[in-house]
């Protein structure tokens, strides 16, 4: 049998089509990766062991509600170079996903454009119950 030009060019069609979705399929089989900023030791200046146990506990919970979702930080900055270390992360592109603000950077941040305003993520329930749980 000889094959045509019509022949070749649907052969080249459905290769590429499968080979882009072999690549789409093995995108999204892979974790989405979510990094976090966090700071060693305590907001008051308390000595605390459990910190990066509870944050380890949270995360493992987290990934087993989330089976396709990693998350990942750093240990072990020290609360004072935490400030310089994120604003190196910001300029560099870097920028953690989730990242604990102190008091001193909120406003210098907000004003930065850097936070994103998280009320479109929650519904009123949410809003709700968070509300009712922090205040």
Excluded at 106 to 124: P, T
Excluded at 126 to 135: E, K, M, N, P, V
Aim: include cysteine.
């Amino acid at each position: 049998m000889k094959l045509n030009r019509k022949h070749l060019c649907w052969g080249i069609v459905l290769l590429f089509v499968l080979s882009l979705s072999t690549g789409f399929y093995w995108w999204k089989q892979q974790p989405t990766v979510l990094h976090i900023g966090v700071y060693a030791g305590s907001s008051w200046d308390v000595p605390t062991s459990q910190r990066s146990h509870a944050l380890d506990l949270a995360i493992q919970k987290f990934e087993k509600s989330h089976p396709n979702v990693r998350v990942e930080y750093e240990n072990g900055i020290p609360q004072s170079d935490y400030s310089d270390w994120l604003s190196e992360k910001i300029v560099s592109g870097k920028t953690p996903d989730v990242f604990m603000v102190s008091e001193q950077d909120l406003s210098l941040l907000a004003a930065r454009g850097v936070l994103e305003k998280l009320n479109g993520y929650m519904n009123q329930e949410d809003q709700a119950a968070f509300l009712s749980c922090c205040i």
